[in-house]
């Protein structure tokens, strides 16, 4: 079973960046689908961002469209989410999933980390 592990999460002001990281265990494969999703304070978890493992196709949440970028590094089994222009309203718990369908579904992920928290001062 590959384990997901999040990283990069903390404190910043409004407007500011963040770089987050997941690492897989294991190998990820091609057909693999990477997402992220966030759970705010009070709120249900929902979609960030998804990368097409093999092919690099990307999806974003209108919320994070245009400030937020994912990435990854296929010899390093990491998947990152780069985040601009922080606002008080993306704070919360960022998850990192792996599945295998290009979905914004969180019943399409079969594998989860355990979350890094997230923090933006206004």
């Known amino acids: 079973q590959v384990q997901l592990v999040e990283s990069g999460g903390g404190s910043v002001q409004a407007g500011g960046s963040l770089r987050l990281s997941c690492t897989a265990s294991?190998?990820?494969?091609?057909?693999?689908?990477m997402a992220w999703f966030r759970q705010g304070p009070g709120k249900e978890r929902e979609f960030v961002a998804l990368?097409?493992?093999?092919?690099?196709?990307?999806l974003y949440a209108d919320s994070v469209k245009g400030r937020s970028t994912i990435s990854n590094n296929n010899a390093e089994n990491t998947v990152y989410l780069q985040m601009n222009s922080l606002k008080t309203e993306d704070a919360g718990v960022y998850y990192c999933?792996?599945?295998?369908?290009?979905?914004?579904?969180?019943?399409?992920?079969?594998?989860w980390g355990q979350g890094t928290q997230v923090t933006v001062a206004s």
């Open positions: 294991g190998r990820i494969y091609s057909s693999s689908v």
């Open positions: 999933a792996r599945g295998s369908h290009y979905s914004t579904a969180q019943s399409a992920y079969f594998s």
């Open positions: 990368i097409r493992w093999h092919s690099g196709s990307l």
